[in-house]
C-alpha cells in the first residue's frame, strides 16, 4: 500500500505570524504615507484584531478603514497584504529537515488554503516546491472545509491503493473534509489555532513535524 502524506501551509510548514507582522507593518506605512496616521497606531489596531479574531476573519481591513475612518479602496489595502515579501526564513525549523526525510520514503503534497499567487510566493521561495509531489491550492477547487481538494488530491495519485495523512493545524476546519476521504488526520499544536480544542476529527496531535514519520510508519 502506497503511504502519501500531506500538509496545510500555514501554521503548519510556514509560520504566519512572521508574514502577518510584516504585512501589517507595510499597510501601516502606506496609511502614514498617505494620511499621516501614526504607524504603530495602525499597526497596533491590525494586530490586536488579527490575534483576537485568527486569520479566519475575514473583515480585518474592512475593520481598519473604518476605525480609522479611512477614504481609500480596501483593494489597496488587500493588495499590499497579498503582494508582501515572502523570506526563506518564514519556515519552522523542522519544516525542511521532516520534508527531506519523508520525501525518501513517500509520497508527499501540500493542501492549502488562501490566496493562490500568495501561497505559491511561499512555496516556491521557501524551497518547498522541490520537496513535495502534488500541491493543491484549494482556492481553484473549493475551499477547505469541504472534501473536494482532498478527493483531487488522491485522485492525482494514480493508485487506487493509498494510505493517506494529513498534517495541518486548525481544528476549525482543516481536518473536517480529510476525515470525509478517510484521511488519518495529524495536528500540529501550534500557531494562532494551538489553544483551540481538538475534535472527533484529529487522529494524533503532535508539538513538532519530526513526530509524523513514527505515526505514518507505525499506523496499519
Given at each position: 500500500?502506497?503511504?502519501?502524506?500531506?500538509?496545510?501551509?500555514?501554521?503548519?510548514?510556514?509560520?504566519?505570524?512572521?508574514?502577518?507582522?510584516?504585512?501589517?507593518?507595510?499597510?501601516?506605512?502606506?496609511?502614514?504615507?498617505?494620511?499621516?496616521?501614526?504607524?504603530?497606531?495602525?499597526?497596533?489596531?491590525?494586530?490586536?484584531?488579527?490575534?483576537?479574531?485568527?486569520?479566519?476573519?475575514?473583515?480585518?481591513?474592512?475593520?481598519?478603514?473604518?476605525?480609522?475612518?479611512?477614504?481609500?479602496?480596501?483593494?489597496?489595502?488587500?493588495?499590499?497584504?497579498?503582494e508582501?515579501?515572502?523570506?526563506?526564513?518564514?519556515?519552522?525549523?523542522?519544516?525542511?529537515?521532516?520534508?527531506?526525510?519523508?520525501?525518501?520514503?513517500?509520497k508527499?503534497?501540500?493542501?492549502?488554503?488562501?490566496?493562490?499567487?500568495?501561497?505559491?510566493?511561499?512555496?516556491?521561495?521557501?524551497?518547498?516546491?522541490?520537496?513535495?509531489?502534488?500541491i493543491?491550492?484549494?482556492?481553484?477547487?473549493?475551499?477547505?472545509?469541504?472534501?473536494?481538494?482532498?478527493?483531487?488530491?488522491?485522485?492525482?495519485?494514480?493508485?487506487?491503493?493509498?494510505?493517506?495523512?494529513?498534517?495541518?493545524?486548525?481544528?476549525?476546519?482543516?481536518?473536517?473534509?480529510?476525515?470525509?476521504?478517510?484521511?488519518?488526520?495529524?495536528?500540529?499544536?501550534?500557531?494562532?489555532?494551538?489553544?483551540?480544542?481538538?475534535?472527533?476529527?484529529?487522529?494524533?496531535?503532535?508539538?513538532?513535524?519530526?513526530?509524523?514519520?513514527?505515526?505514518?510508519?507505525?499506523?496499519?
Amino acid at each position: 500500500m502506497m503511504k502519501a502524506v500531506f500538509f496545510d501551509l500555514d501554521n503548519t510548514l510556514y509560520d504566519s505570524e512572521k508574514y502577518y507582522t510584516r504585512a501589517f507593518k507595510s499597510i501601516s506605512y502606506y496609511i502614514y504615507k498617505n494620511f499621516k496616521i501614526n504607524q504603530q497606531t495602525t499597526y497596533e489596531i491590525l494586530n490586536k484584531n488579527w490575534k483576537r479574531n485568527t486569520s479566519m476573519y475575514n473583515r480585518i481591513f474592512d475593520d481598519l478603514v473604518e476605525d480609522l475612518d479611512l477614504k481609500i479602496n480596501i483593494n489597496d489595502i488587500v493588495k499590499i497584504f497579498n503582494e508582501q515579501k515572502v523570506e526563506e526564513n518564514d519556515l519552522f525549523l523542522d519544516t525542511i529537515p521532516v520534508l527531506k526525510k519523508l520525501s525518501n520514503e513517500y509520497k508527499i503534497g501540500i493542501i492549502t488554503d488562501g490566496n493562490v499567487l500568495r501561497q505559491k510566493r511561499k512555496i516556491q521561495k521557501c524551497g518547498v516546491e522541490s520537496l513535495v509531489d502534488l500541491i493543491v491550492y484549494t482556492k481553484t477547487l473549493q475551499p477547505k472545509p469541504s472534501p473536494v481538494s482532498f478527493q483531487y488530491a488522491l485522485n492525482q495519485l494514480s493508485s487506487n491503493n493509498i494510505q493517506p495523512f494529513y498534517v495541518a493545524d486548525n481544528p476549525k476546519i482543516d481536518f473536517i473534509g480529510a476525515k470525509k476521504m478517510n484521511f488519518t488526520t495529524i495536528r500540529i499544536v501550534r500557531g494562532e489555532f494551538k489553544d483551540v480544542d481538538s475534535d472527533k476529527n484529529v487522529d494524533y496531535s503532535i508539538k513538532t513535524l519530526k513526530d509524523v514519520r513514527e505515526i505514518v510508519e507505525t499506523k496499519l
